[in-house]
T-cell receptor
Framework: DSGVTQTPKHLITATGQRVTLRCSPRSGDLSVYWYQQSLDQGLQFLIQYYNGEERAKGNILERFSAQQFPDLHSELNLSSLELGDSALYFC?????????????FGQGTRLTVV | DAKTTQPNSMESNEEEPVHLPCNHSTISGTDYIHWYRQLPSQGPEYVIHGLTSNVNNRMASLAIAEDRKSSTLILHRATLRDAAVYYCILGEWANTGNQFYFGTGTSLTVIP
């Protein structure tokens, strides 16, 4: 158990809908990262927050947004969903930011868009 | 083009050492090399990371080439629990913040 909690574990929704994925980082970790894992694109970094502020942006679509709250949990919002958004979404956390930082991953949320 | 390239799959006998290679020819001076592994139906798990020098921890060793264009993850004695997909990741700075580029991964099979 990495100590990172993601909810829900599974989500099935229809095209055009909006969903929110939630992540609770390890106790004391200030950084939260979001990743997408799909069969065709592999694991892709989406976005990072550090202590409530956006710190880095990767391959995140404009239809997607994220935020980190004062209690350090984070939410990833996916809107106008398309079939191609079906994927595993992982959250990871680390105590600090920086390129040489070990991150701890949650078990992921499997999103299926039908 | 991918930032890191890895073989799709490798096999090892149990209790033998395993050397998992990774090429990252576009690496720059401040980029970090990370390795994570992923078991089926689980999130990636940190293995090791380094910048320039070779690194050792309780799980593995990381050997980084002198020109830093390649690296090798070394599992000293493979066990059945080491069967997983191993990802080589380049951590680099960009004007949009620190970026982490995952390779396509090497699926390691450990033969009893």
């Amino acid at each position: 158990d990495s100590g990172v909690t993601q909810t829900p574990k599974h989500l099935i929704t229809a095209t055009g809908q909006r969903v929110t994925l939630r992540c609770s980082p390890r106790s004391g970790d200030l950084s939260v990262y979001w990743y997408q894992q799909s069969l065709d694109q592999g694991l892709q970094f989406l976005i990072q927050y550090y202590n409530g502020e956006e710190r880095a942006k990767g391959n995140i679509l404009e239809r997607f947004s994220a935020q980190q709250f004062p209690d350090l949990h984070s939410e990833l919002n996916l809107s106008s969903l398309e079939l191609g958004d079906s994927a595993l979404y992982f959250c990871a956390s680390s105590p600090k930011t920086g390129l040489g930082t070990e991150a701890f991953f949650g078990q992921g949320t499997r999103l299926t868009v039908v | 083009d991918a930032k890191t390239t890895q073989p799709n799959s490798m096999e090892s006998n149990e209790e033998e050492p395993v050397h998992l290679p990774c090429n990252h020819s576009t690496i720059s001076g401040t980029d970090y090399i990370h390795w994570y592994r992923q078991l089926p139906s689980q999130g990636p798990e940190y293995v090791i990371h380094g910048l320039t020098s070779n690194v050792n921890n309780r799980m593995a060793s990381l050997a980084i080439a002198e020109d830093r264009k390649s690296s090798t993850l070394i599992l000293h004695r493979a066990t059945l629990r080491d069967a997983a997909v191993y990802y080589c990741i380049l951590g680099e700075w960009a004007n949009t913040g620190n970026q982490f580029y995952f390779g396509t991964g090497t699926s390691l099979t450990v033969i009893p």
